[in-house]
DNA sequence: TCTAAGATGGGT
DNA sequence: CCCATCTTAGAA
């Protein structure tokens, strides 16, 4: 539960910029993400990340270099790549690591926290397990979509908190639709809190492991 | 220039 | 299982 948010510490750039790709995305898990878009503020804590290395990374966008879309995962970390997915999917990505190294973190699920009657009224449902239990679902209920593609994380649109109260339980498990990415296929670059009831997929007992808490 | 397939979700 | 329908890579 969210506590007395005056104690929390907004994400500052360092915080992705310094370090791995697959670290920060384990590091993400607890943190909290706000946007703020139209005097409507929605925040949920993060409980599902996956990584994507650039172009070491078959799996990841920026394998085979740069395109119109993945421009902003060649600059600084701390900004937002939202992208397309099938047409009709926007997908949030927090871009990671300095100039060069086109690496990425998208966000796959969030717990709701503050403005879940906004996020019930975006996503047109009343079940609150159901509003962001997904990378597209997510998007829709924070109000984020590919107009905020490049936006700055420590602004005040879209910006993450530290809740260093929050006690992790994370599971690593190989990523999501990613079958045709070869050697990387089965990197375990997924994360979760595994007691979380808001994860995208059920544990997949065969490949998860528990990796810290 | 064309086509297939994809970091998905909702409905039958 | 099928559909929505944007972007990219690779085939003609």
Redesign the pocket.
């Known amino acids: 539960m969210l506590k007395d948010i005056r104690q929390y510490v907004k994400l500052p750039r360092t915080f992705f910029t310094k370090g791995n790709v697959v670290e920060i995305a384990e590091n993400l898990i607890g943190k909290i993400l706000y946007t703020a878009f139209d005097q409507q503020l929605a925040a949920g804590r993060i409980v599902e990340t996956?990584a994507?290395c650039g172009s070491n990374d078959q799996?990841?966008?920026?394998f085979?270099?740069g395109?119109?879309?993945?421009e902003v995962?060649f600059g600084d970390g701390g900004y937002a790549?939202v992208?397309?997915?099938?047409?009709?999917?926007h997908?949030f990505?927090i871009v990671t690591n300095t100039k060069k190294n086109a690496d990425?973190v998208?966000v796959?699920a969030v717990e709701p926290l503050i403005g879940i009657d906004f996020m019930k009224q975006r996503?047109n449902?009343e079940n609150q397990q159901?509003l962001t239990?997904?990378?597209?679902?997510?998007s829709?209920a924070l109000g984020i979509n590919?107009k905020h593609n490049k936006t700055d994380l420590t602004g005040d649109l879209i910006w993450l908190m530290d809740d260093p109260s929050f006690e992790r339980n994370i599971v690593a498990d190989r990523?999501?639709?990613?079958?045709?990415?070869g050697r990387d296929a089965n990197l375990p670059w997924r994360f979760f809190q595994g007691n979380s009831l808001f994860v995208?997929k059920p544990v997949q007992p065969s490949l998860a492991k528990n990796i810290s808490n």
């Not at 395109?67 to 993945?70: G, P, Q, V």
């Not at 397309?84 to 999917?89: I, Q, R």
């Not at 990523?175 to 990415?181: F, L, M, N």
């Open positions: 996956e994507y799996a990841c966008h920026a085979r270099g395109t119109a879309r993945n995962m790549y992208y397309l997915c099938y047409g009709v999917h997908l990505n990425a998208l796959r996503r449902t159901n239990s997904g990378p597209g679902k997510l829709v590919t990523r999501v639709g990613v079958d045709y990415a995208s």
